[in-house]
């Protein structure tokens, strides 16, 4: 199976700040990588597909970029509806699998 | 609107059987591959199985293969999670997830029901 690392797990960070995250493959995975957010209680929301596709609805604010083994989410200038935790997913080949996910805190 | 409901979990004993359903609206449910999501406790998530729009593929998470049968009848617009040989590992609240596909490859989960909680307890 392909493993998923995200870093860092958790992340503190002020409104207004440029955030990234990054998630590292264990394969090859040409871009065939998702980014979701979760808030507490709630389910995912997808964010980006095919490794830098932002999903209809989206905020701008949100990219992300890679190919390969190394793919980031760049959050530019956080806004207090984004503190949540974030989690990557390749799609490259069965099984699916998912980061272990990065928690966006308050500074 | 799109709306997925899943409903069937609860509490069973190890070794015990399950079946979720998840009911789905807003959307021509036959024309997409669907899926379900876990996800224990306090952890991340975990995908469990697929369905293809036609049912003719289905793909399982390892852990599961032999124990969990996913199935869809698009006639009801639902999509199913038969669960047997239950083990505590499989406590989670369970998403039923929607998986469209654009040409040859796909988007990831685009749309979540709000999930259906097992757990596998003495």
């Known amino acids: 199976d392909i493993q998923m690392t995200q870093s860092p797990s958790t992340l503190s960070a002020s409104v207004g700040d440029r955030v990234t995250i990054t998630c590292r493959a264990s394969?090859?995975?040409?871009?065939?990588l998702a980014w979701y957010q979760q808030k507490p209680g709630k389910a995912p929301k997808l964010l980006i597909y095919?490794?830098?596709t932002l999903e209809s609805g989206v905020p701008s604010r949100f990219s992300g970029s890679g190919s390969g083994t190394e793919f980031t989410l760049t959050i530019n200038s956080l806004q207090p509806d984004d503190f949540a935790t974030y989690y990557c997913?390749?799609?490259?080949?069965?099984?699916?699998?998912f980061g272990q996910g990065t928690k966006v805190e308050i500074k | 609107e799109v709306q997925l409901v899943e409903s069937g979990g609860g509490l069973v004993q190890p070794g015990g059987s399950l079946r979720l359903s998840c009911a789905a609206s807003?959307?021509?449910?036959?024309?997409?591959?669907m899926s379900w999501v876990r996800q224990a406790p306090g952890k991340g998530l975990e995908w469990v199985a697929n369905?293809?729009?036609?049912?003719?593929?289905?793909n399982y998470l390892d852990s599961v293969k032999g124990r969990f049968t996913i199935s869809r009848d698009d006639a009801r617009n639902s999509l199913y999670l038969q669960m047997s040989s239950l083990r505590a590992e499989d406590t989670a609240l369970y998403y039923c997830?929607?998986?469209?596909?654009?040409?040859?490859?796909?988007?990831?989960?685009?749309?979540w029901g709000q999930g259906t909680l097992v757990t596998v307890s003495s």
């Open positions: 807003g959307f021509d449910f036959s024309n997409y591959w």
């Open positions: 997830a929607r998986n469209p596909r654009m040409g040859s490859f796909f988007k990831g989960f685009d749309q």
């Open positions: 369905v293809k729009k036609d049912g003719s593929e289905v």
């Open positions: 394969q090859r995975i040409s871009s065939w």
């Open positions: 997913q390749q799609y490259n080949s069965y099984s699916w699998t």
């Open positions: 095919r490794a830098s």
